[in-house]
């Protein structure tokens, strides 16, 4: 797969896999990005697990929240209190979730 692209901010105990990919901006937190995942320009995840493939569009936060394999969040999303995206899910743009389970 690849080595891991960094480009923005992780911090705390973070695991960053295989090809993953974290913009210019972006910030990962006390928090799990899967092989192949992506955290898009000031995009933030905190306290929370992206499976591999998963997308994090520009500017949403995901805060103690699962993202599935090949889930996109959408830009200025924000995930929080549990959220689970199921994989393969797609959540529109500027939405606000708090405890969600979308399948």
């Known amino acids: 797969l690849g080595r891991p692209v960094v480009n923005g901010e992780v911090s705390g105990?973070?695991?960053?896999?295989?090809?993953?990919?974290?913009?210019?901006?972006?910030?990962?937190?006390?928090?799990v990005v899967g092989a192949g995942a992506r955290v898009e320009r000031d995009a933030v995840v905190r306290d929370s697990v992206l499976l591999p493939g998963a997308l994090v569009r520009g500017g949403a936060i995901v805060e103690h929240s699962i993202v599935g394999e090949r889930a996109v969040v959408g830009e200025d999303t924000r995930l929080s209190d549990l959220s689970v995206v199921g994989g393969g899910t797609t959540v529109d743009a500027g939405q606000q979730l708090v405890g969600a389970r979308l399948r």
Not at 16 to 21: E, K, Q, R, S
């Open 13 to 31: 105990p973070s695991l960053v896999g295989d090809a993953a990919y974290v913009a210019d901006g972006a910030r990962v937190e006390h928090s």
